[in-house]
């Protein structure tokens, strides 16, 4: 599992996964990868995409609504991916973000 500050980021792997599970949508990863609205939000951690769990949220609850989101959780999501870019690039971030291993259980 890999978050920062206590907010959880997912792979595209798992974002499709949740996607096909809960909702029933077989997505490829390529024609995940391809819609700039996800790709533009994502984190890169090891050169590697992820997507804040808010991000996910909000993704999912514009996909369910039948009304578009409003502006203030829109600001407020896009604030908090804002706010984890700031973090994700300052150099001196490897000790505010915590990176835990599924597989091996542990922090590294």
Known sequence: MLSIN????YSLKEF????????????SKNTIS???KILKCAIHVDNRP????????????DFRRPKPITNSIKETIQLRIEQAKKLM?????KHEIQITSKKMGHTL
Do not use: A
């Open 34 to 36: 391809k819609k700039s």
């Open 89 to 93: 690039s300052r150099k001196s971030t």
């Open 6 to 9: 206590g907010v959880r980021l």
């Open 16 to 27: 499709q996964n949740i996607l096909e599970d809960s909702y029933n949508l077989s997505i």
């Open 50 to 61: 992820y997507l804040l769990e808010d991000f996910c949220t909000y993704f999912l609850m």
